[in-house]
């Protein structure tokens, strides 16, 4: 007699399981003035049991809610450096959500982000340093130039290939930063833009207190930079660009069912591109001045170095990607050129063994079980196996 | 119109063209944008320093102060500069071409890492040597020849002669021998190249490989009007890539074309009186800017049809 | 007769998808074999399994008693050279040509054999013979030529080399009729040393020529299905 052996099936993620009372009616709470819930829960009955279960299918909120709540809670308590670190991290992190927007979610690949960054943050800290405005309307004059730099970039996306397209974005980054290091009226500071009026007041600037505020400040712009990913790429015009998203013949089958993803692009492109304007208005207040460096490749290439160790097209990979480049960056200035030779062997490892980036190896691991188990069943069963497609064990009715 | 600008803007073009060649073939034939290729450029440039301060009182207690000296000489910069290169280009396939040439995103992981790589190596470089900008013995001599009432220096004639040289033997090379023959197939259908047993890991190797002697003979021709620095590839390389990029990417007479355009441009533009040297990355993009605007995929494509 | 090919409970899919489903045959010297099936049977992942451009991770094939083995280590299409040095010789579908090289220089291609490059311009001129259409346009672009005569030039490279195995897929496929007999009678005319396996649509070119015609239904073989009429 053979002893059968039984092999498991399938592995599943490990979910969080409330077993609530099946008798009460379930009471969900909505976002005011919408229908979302704040948590996806997922009810079902347990085949085994027979229980009503409650599943909590997708946890990423938590786990952002925890990971920027114990940020915001343990920074105020670090050094004055830290502080300071922590701002810019959070500076970093909103400009990359903003260009994971452009290039992952729009799919242009752009290379004019912080070209936009700086012309928006040069045009409102002129605004305020030779027109007199006061404070708060550089908060407004970033987005406006934003918005009218972004619909100019916009223009040609939809005409040139990607990279012919990041080759004109580069040659707009280096015509702006020779412009501005041309211009009469900067040349004694070498082009920077100095005595910026910010929210930060004077006499507090580089002061504790300053950079608490500072850092609040910066705080805030994250978290309207993650409302506003959020807001694009999970709601309506990130589902019309999904369906465009990979190559030619996904936006052929989109105009086939028409859907405009040009416009959709080119909106998510101009938003986006407002936000950054955004962005460099808070960058020329918080630092009190702006300098032709923000258009320099050095600049730009630690920007993608964060955004490719995170992993493109991800929030959480921007965000992520940022923290480490930033505090290799800021946080081991006395180790000089090295921390960027480590940052270009920690881009160069991420990247020939994860798929996409440090936030992407949980799913290539998962992916990468998934195939073996997979061959390892076909291998055992019986008549050359015909084995299921993977999908098929997750149905329940087969 | 001089002749010393028009020589002065070939000296641009064949530099550039050089550059732009290597980009070209690479992202036509093995399908990757090598953003490594300034450091190659740099590494050759300090592989050919180094070497020739080493072997320098070797040849001079041999040849003393004869013509063979500075034929030794010259052959040694422009052979370890070479070597250096080639080599860089066998490194760049361990790294960026082989673990990941059939897994996905290929295309953008290998660009990723050329540029780490180019960045690794450049602040290494910075780190190591330091920021001293380094001069190369010149391997054509001091002086100049009168033609026509211009001065024509010697390194920039050599330059020209000598990049146009390298470029017609690479080209024949691709025309004419086997494995020339087998890079274009592979550039024109890498399934049908496989068909034909042209295997896709075999022939990178020796891509690579020319493509980074390539930038090793522009760096130590460059060096002779130029230092050598941890830097010095940063300019070759954007200019490399715009060019390779105007002359619609995989196209190799477009990329000639480009550089020799851009070449002129930039020698015109650096003496127009009130633009000045200052202005010249500023008109470049600006006239690629334009050209994009009406030829949204380079200027190749006036030239030759070949990739379907 | 010595067994070139043996296939043996082969499956072979694209992802989770599963396409060939335990096939099995053989193939002897100097046979010439139909492949028969309707649109989407599989007849053409058949030769691309054999020829490692699909993967496949179950069962075996053999070329000249020698396992070829599956895809599991090294990703598909990543020993399609090797193998066609081995003497796989294939002719795809869709032809896969170089458009920018001129015919002969195309036809060199296919010469990937020392031997076959020392005699390349001899056998280019056989080749030419074979199909004289080609022989005035022998220095013309190849993207520049007519669907029929790059079928001509994508059969012509695959016969360049000596292999011993020669696989065509859907040489009739976009063709006039007149032409895809022509292409036909050329390869039935080839003095062939190894085997040869033609994946056909239309049975009626096949037919009272080959030595055997398989039929492929759903991915399964049918086995030698005789000169019959396929409905």
Redesign the interface.
């Known amino acids: 007699m053979t002893v059968k052996t039984y092999y498991k099936v399938r592995r599943r993620p490990w979910e969080y399981k409330l077993s609530p009372d099946g008798k009460v009616a379930r009471n969900r709470l909505r976002l005011p003035f919408t229908r979302r819930h704040f948590l996806k829960w997922r009810d079902a009955y347990n085949p085994k049991s027979l229980k009503r279960e409650r599943r909590l299918a997708d946890k990423k909120p938590l786990w952002w809610t925890i990971g920027l709540l114990a940020f915001v809670v343990v920074t105020p308590f670090l050094s004055n450096s830290m502080i300071s670190i922590a701002a810019i991290f959070c500076i970093y992190a909103s400009i990359n959500l903003l260009w994971t927007l452009i290039v992952g979610t729009a799919g242009i690949f752009s290379l004019a982000t912080l070209a936009i960054v700086g012309v928006s943050g040069y045009a409102a800290a002129a605004s305020n340093v030779f027109l007199g405005l006061p404070w708060p309307f550089i908060l407004l004059v970033g987005p406006m130039v934003g918005f009218v730099a972004g619909s100019i970039l916009a223009a040609?996306s939809t005409?040139?290939?990607g990279?012919?397209y990041a080759?004109?974005t580069?040659?707009?980054a280096?015509?702006c930063r020779?412009?501005v290091t041309?211009l009469r009226s900067l040349t004694q500071t070498n082009g920077a833009i100095t005595q910026v009026d910010s929210f930060i007041p004077e006499d507090w600037f580089l002061q504790r207190p300053g950079l608490l505020l500072g850092f609040a400040g910066a705080f805030c712009l994250l978290l309207g930079s993650l409302l506003l990913w959020r807001l694009i790429n999970s709601e309506r015009l990130g589902l019309l660009l999904r369906t465009a998203k990979t190559g030619r013949e996904d936006e052929a089958f989109a105009e086939a069912v028409g859907i405009d993803f040009r416009r959709a692009r080119l909106t998510v492109f101009v938003l986006s591109s407002s936000a950054l304007g955004l962005v460099g208005g808070f960058y020329a207040m918080y630092f009190k001045s702006i300098s032709p460096n923000i258009f320099s490749?050095d600049q730009l290439?630690l920007l993608?170095?964060m955004m490719?160790i995170g992993g493109?097209g991800r929030a959480e990979g921007a965000v992520v990607g940022a923290a480490i480049v930033t505090l290799i960056d800021k946080g081991f200035i006395e180790i000089?050129?090295?921390r960027?030779?480590l940052?270009?062997?920690i881009?160069?490892v991420v990247?020939?063994f994860a798929?996409?980036g440090l936030t992407g190896v949980r799913d290539q691991f998962r992916d990468f079980r998934k195939r073996k188990s997979?061959?390892r069943r076909?291998?055992r069963t019986e008549?050359?196996?015909?084995?299921m497609?993977?999908?098929a064990v997750e149905v329940h009715d087969k | 119109m001089d002749l010393g600008l028009i020589i002065y803007a070939l000296n641009l073009a064949s530099i550039y063209a050089l550059m732009a060649i290597g980009i070209s073939i690479l992202w036509s034939s093995v399908g990757m944008i090598n953003m490594a290729h300034g450091a190659t450029f740099a590494t050759s440039g300090y592989a050919a320093w180094f070497v020739s301060g080493a072997l320098k009182p070797a040849i001079a207690a041999t040849f003393g102060k004869t013509v063979m000296a500075s034929v030794m000489m010259a052959s040694v910069v422009m052979l370890s500069a070479v070597l250096a290169g080639a080599f860089c280009g066998a490194v760049i396939y361990a790294l960026a071409f082989l673990p990941i040439h059939d897994k996905p995103n290929y295309s953008v992981r290998s660009l990723i890492i050329t540029l780490a790589l180019n960045i690794g190596v450049v602040q290494s470089l910075l780190w190591y040597f330091g920021p001293r900008n380094r001069g190369l013995p010149k391997v054509f001599g001091f002086g100049r020849w009168e033609l026509l009432d211009t001065k024509i220096r010697y390194d920039q004639a050599g330059t020209i002669v000598g990049a146009s040289l390298v470029m017609i033997l690479t080209l024949a090379w691709l025309r004419y021998s086997r494995r020339g023959l087998e890079v274009r197939a592979m550039m024109q259908n890498a399934e049908g190249a496989a068909y034909s047993g042209i295997s896709r890991q075999a022939t990178a190797l020796p891509v690579l490989m020319l493509t980074g002697a390539l930038a090793g003979v522009a760096a130590a021709l460059l060096s002779q009007t130029i230092f050598v620095s941890p830097t010095a590839g940063v300019i070759p390389l954007v200019k490399g890539l715009t060019i390779a990029l105007l002359g619609g990417l995989g196209s190799v007479s477009g990329a000639v074309a480009a550089a020799i355009l851009i070449g002129f441009l930039e020698a015109i533009v650096g003496v127009i009186p009130f633009l000045g040297q200052r202005y010249v990355m500023f008109a470049t993009f600006s006239f690629i800017i334009l050209v994009l605007i009406f030829r949204p995929r380079g200027i190749g494509g006036l030239l030759d049809n070949t990739r379907e | 007769m010595p067994e070139i090919l043996r296939i043996k409970q082969l499956s072979a899919g694209y992802g989770p998808l599963r396409v060939l489903h335990e096939i099995d045959f053989t193939v002897s010297e100097g046979e010439r074999i139909g492949l028969v099936g309707l649109n989407g049977h599989g007849k053409t992942t058949l030769i691309r399994a054999i020829t490692h451009m699909t993967g496949w991770q179950q069962g075996s094939i053999k070329l000249d008693g020698e396992e070829i083995g599956g895809t599991r280590s090294l990703g598909a299409g990543r020993r399609t050279a090797a193998l066609v040095k081995k003497g796989i010789a294939v002719a795809p579908q869709g032809d896969a040509i170089f458009p920018g090289l001129s015919v002969r220089k195309h036809l060199e291609c296919g010469a990937h054999t020392k031997l076959a490059w020392r005699n390349r311009r001899r056998r280019i001129d056989e080749i030419l013979q074979i199909f004289p259409p080609l022989r005035s346009l022998q220095h013309n672009l190849v993207g520049k030529l007519s669907g029929g005569e790059r079928r001509m030039v994508s059969v012509g490279r695959m016969l360049m080399s000596d292999a011993r195995l020669y696989l065509i897929d859907e040489p009739s496929l976009g063709l006039a009729p007149k032409i895809s007999q022509r292409v036909m009678d050329a390869l039935w005319a080839l003095p062939v040393t190894g085997a040869m396996i033609i994946a056909e649509q239309n049975v009626s070119l096949l037919s009272g020529r080959a030595d055997r015609i398989l039929g492929m239904h759903a991915g399964r073989m049918r086995g030698d299905i005789g000169h019959v009429e396929l409905n």
């Not at chain 1, 008549?383 to 084995?387: C, F, M, S």
């Open positions: 040609p005409r040139l290939d990279l012919y080759l004109l580069m040659g707009v280096e015509i020779v412009f041309q490749l290439l993608f170095a490719v493109l000089g050129p090295l960027i030779i940052v270009a062997a881009m160069l990247t020939i798929r996409e997979g061959e076909a291998q008549k050359g196996g015909e084995a497609p993977e999908e």
